[in-house]
């Protein structure tokens, strides 16, 4: 699976969008990039994924550049609940196994 | 709702004793995963299975077991447990898709 880059950690004012790069130069053409999130003690939990085209739910939205070798996840409207370490995975599809780096860890500020 | 519960939520064992940690799914998911998660270390895969009577070892199994009798539990078997074990384990199913995983509450087993 391609190896993903995401920041330590980051900050975002409560009621702002939170946007969380991920680069992910060595993703191959049948690679989808998966968004998971671990509340603190929680289990992950899926949030979106896309492969080339932006994608959008209920939860968030997902920019991947053209190239696909960078995306964003946007949390539009960020509140306290969203305080969590997020994971970016790139798999092949089909691949059901998820391997988890280190993530960004994501602080909402009152 | 269907769900995925794992038992027990906190053990405590001794080294040396054989532990076994129950992962049960009610989404009918074929495949079944169990990760360990360990500061410093994120959540790593230990075993995993795609179907009953299917296993297949992750990158950290030395010292685990799972068995797949049925579609609904994958349980976890730690043959001789030792200290460096203790950690917080985590199950999760996701269906033939593999598009959404779906994890459990996760286990905080202590060997002392």
Redesign the interface.
């Known amino acids: 699976d391609a190896k993903t880059t995401q920041p330590t950690s980051m900050d975002c004012a409560e009621g702002r969008a939170a946007n969380l790069p991920c680069n992910h130069s060595t993703i191959s053409g049948n690679e989808y990039v998966y968004w998971y999130r671990q509340i603190h003690s929680q289990g992950p939990q899926y949030i979106i994924h896309g492969l080339k085209n932006n994608e959008t739910n209920e939860m968030a939205s997902l920019i991947i550049t053209e190239d696909r070798k960078s995306s964003t996840l946007i949390l539009p409207h960020a509140t306290l609940r969203d305080t969590a370490v997020y994971y970016c995975i790139v798999r092949p599809f089909g691949n059901e196994k998820l391997t988890f780096g280190t993530g960004t860890r994501l602080t909402i500020i009152p | 709702d269907a769900e995925i519960t794992q038992s027990p939520r906190h053990k405590i064992t001794e080294t040396g004793r054989q532990v076994t940690l129950a992962c049960h799914q009610t989404w009918n998911h074929n495949?079944m995963?169990w990760?360990r998660q360990d500061l410093g270390h994120?959540?790593?895969?230990i075993h995993?299975s795609?179907g009953v009577h299917d296993t297949n070892k992750?990158e950290v199994s030395d010292g685990y077991s799972v068995s797949r009798s049925n579609t609904e539990d994958l349980p976890l078997t730690l043959e001789s447990a030792a200290s460096s074990q203790t950690s917080v384990y985590?199950c999760?199913s996701?269906d033939?898709t593999?598009?959404?995983?779906?994890?459990?509450?996760?286990t905080r087993l202590t060997v002392v």
């Not at chain 2, 994120?42 to 895969?45: D, E, I, V």
């Not at chain 2, 593999?98 to 996760?106: H, K, L, V, Y």
Request: charged share 15%; proline share 0%.
């Open positions: 495949n995963f990760y994120g959540l790593r895969l995993y795609y992750g985590f999760a996701s033939q593999g598009r959404e995983a779906f994890f459990g509450q996760g």
